[in-house]
């Protein structure tokens, strides 16, 4: 049963971010719009994107480090299970948040570059919390091999999140709070990682 407490507090939370969320996402998605944005953003949110970039990694990763790759690769999978897990199947489905693309009140102000708008909760942001769930997972088992380039995992999903903005499926608020969510979840599967296998590192590399 719904607890009517909950309700009340998440409307007057919505009421409150409503109207930063919808000036921002009116900002990127129209003033800071432009026609390379257009039509490179949604295809950068399209997982078919990155697969050459999953393959590298995992070729990459048992290449060089053998069994401990290929726990690395698992530690890979089990991060993307569980922020979908998290995100879409706990948080989306305790938390309803109508999306921009759906919300009658917001949707005429927008543009909008996907065939079609979910049906699902806004709140948290899937895409956030997936891809700054591994952004944070390569981060810390590979920076002893990566160093400073670690940071690009970072601003590889701050990118995704940023169109799912663009393209109005989500509000700020609700992909800052997928990152923050995705970046604990990372690392706590980093954490996992480490006490199964120990720490890559460069001397590991044969």
Known sequence: MEDPYSTFYLLNLWHYIQPYDFWLIQKINQDWSNSFFDTVLPYLRETRTWIPLYLFLIFFAVLNFGKKGWWWVFGVILTAAVADLVSS??????????????????APFLRFFVRYCPMSSSFTSSHATSHFAQASFFFYTLYPIMKKWGYVFFVWAASI????????????????????LGTFLGWTIYQLYTRKCGKLSIDSIR
Request: aromatic fraction near 10%; proline fraction near 8%.
């Open 89 to 106: 199947q706990l948080i989306k489905q305790t938390v309803m948040r109508l999306r921009p693309c759906q919300d009658p009140e917001v």
């Open 161 to 180: 999140a940023f169109t799912q903005v663009y393209v109005a499926v989500h509000y700020p608020f609700d992909v800052v709070c997928g990152a923050i």
